[in-house]
């Protein structure tokens, strides 16, 4: 069984540049989310889809970061004029039931420079 | 609003010796415990999920969680230096929402 896939898997930018990642889930989950996780830090979650909902953008910075999921597949995390304090690496996981139990499965991430 | 700690900061262990790693919390009412490794450059492997007081054992990997001290604690047996990698604690309540430790980097020598 395939994993979560995440593309593209390095990106450097200057500050003001926009950058798409992309990522397909693991087949059959329907939960969706994506991470932000600074360097020595942990994840921090930065919005999740429950088929092609979603259902927390909280803390998603809506004014420069977008997120879709259309077809309640793949799904894309977008950045618009980045900023170098938006330097991380950004991770996608699926998971297939909701509740307690839930395991999150993650993709390899995608890390990001912004110079 | 939850606070997740790991300690220690960075760990050396030698080939075979035990490691623990510990991780602190600060909502009594969490339900839901996760252990994540981190190789370099690779994504994150769920290691160990515990969801009751005690002991959990996957393979090499045993947790074990006192949510009345706040803590949970993950022991490896026999580590291997292909175990050297950042080890991250999770902890929901709830909402069902992980909130993540910063990570404990555990290195292996041979």
């Known amino acids: 069984e395939a994993g979560v896939t995440q593309s593209p898997r390095y990106a450097v930018l200057q500050e003001g540049q926009a950058v798409s990642f992309w990522c397909d889930p693991i087949s059959g989950h329907d939960t969706l989310y994506w991470y932000q996780q600074p360097r020595d830090q942990g994840p921090q979650l930065l919005v999740y889809f429950r088929d092609e909902a979603v259902i927390d953008n909280s803390q998603l910075p809506s004014d420069r970061f977008s997120a879709v999921r259309p077809k309640g597949t793949n799904s894309t995390l977008k950045i618009q004029s980045a900023k170098q304090g938006d330097t991380a690496t950004y991770l996608c996981?699926?998971?297939?039931?909701?509740?307690?139990?839930?395991?999150?499965?993650f993709g390899a991430g995608t890390r990001l420079s912004v110079l | 609003q939850q606070k997740v700690q790991q300690s220690p900061e960075s760990l050396t262990v030698s080939e075979g010796a035990m490691a623990s790693l510990n991780c602190t919390f600060s909502d009594g009412t969490s339900n839901n415990f996760r252990w994540y490794r981190q190789h370099s450059a690779k994504g994150l492997e769920v290691l160990v999920s515990?969801?009751s007081d005690g002991e959990k054992e996957e393979g090499r990997f045993t947790a074990h969680l006192n949510r009345a001290n706040l803590h949970v604690s993950l022991h490896i047996r026999e580590p291997q230096p292909s175990d050297s990698a950042v080890y991250l604690c999770?902890?929901?309540?709830?909402?069902?929402?992980?909130?993540w430790g910063s990570g404990t980097k555990l290195i292996i020598k041979p």
């Open positions: 515990i969801f």
């Open positions: 996981a699926s998971s297939s039931d909701w509740g307690r139990r839930n395991t999150l499965y």
């Open positions: 999770a902890v929901s309540g709830s909402n069902y929402q992980l909130i």
